[in-house]
């Protein structure tokens, strides 16, 4: 029996993860700001479905790796390695988060031409983004093995945490865009950010300190 700790441990590390990704303007923010001009807020949820038909492959490939060849020592490396890439991208969010704030998304969007509707939109902005692939091939793997390891409830919370935020934050843009309001303002998005790189930070910390546990677990 999982420890209920645990599963509220994956599943704010999940929430934390999709929060953090999601409010980054991106390749998918755009394809939702620009189909929500069109399909209104339904846009949200479209390329959310699109987007975690991508990831649920990316989760069945990382689960079928550990369940058949990654032994402790490959996951001790992982969590090393994933740490290491959660703590970097946790700093470089708050190193950017002013600038990123700032980023007029309407501006770019202009300069989109998107011909696709929203649910292929999320196929392709995901299954094409390189930093989304190498995000998911170094410390997501990570946080994906280590709840594997708590057990398959554990990676259940973190899915359901991490796609929580996925779609709360895809379903606020595509409501906001498509009635010309701004998202949220620059000051709290600013806010927001910060709050996330460090988490991202702790977390990322966690795992480099204790990556022995995590052998230690099998």
């Not at 190498?134 to 594997?148: F, P």
């Not at 929580?164 to 498509?178: K, P, Q, Y």
Request: proline share 3%.
């Amino acid at each position: 029996m999982i420890p209920i700790i645990e599963l509220i441990k994956a599943l704010i590390l999940g929430f934390t993860v999709g929060i953090s990704a999601a409010l980054i303007p991106g390749p998918m923010m755009f394809a939702t700001v620009v189909t929500s001009f069109k399909k209104g807020w339904q846009a949200g949820p479209s390329v959310f479905i699109g987007h975690a038909m991508v990831e649920f492959t990316i989760f069945l490939l990382i689960l079928a790796g550990a369940s058949s060849f990654i032994g402790k020592g490959m996951i001790s490396y992982m969590a090393v390695i994933g740490g290491l890439a959660m703590a970097l991208f946790g700093l470089v969010m708050i190193k950017g988060a002013k600038e990123t704030s700032t980023m007029d998304v309407s501006a770019s969007v202009r300069k989109l031409n998107l011909s696709v509707g929203p649910l292929p939109a999320g196929i392709l902005t995901s299954a094409l983004n390189p930093i989304f692939l190498g995000w998911w091939l170094t410390a997501g793997s990570a946080i994906v093995l280590q709840e594997y390891l708590a057990g398959i409830l554990a990676v259940a919370a973190f899915v359901a945490g991490h796609w929580t935020a996925d779609l709360g934050v895809l379903v606020a843009v595509s409501s906001s865009f498509s009635r010309g309001k701004e998202l949220i303002s620059q000051r709290a998005h600013e806010k927001v950010l910060y709050l996330c790189g460090g988490l991202m930070v702790a977390f990322g910390l966690y795992f480099l300190f204790n990556y022995n546990n995590v052998s230690a677990m099998m």
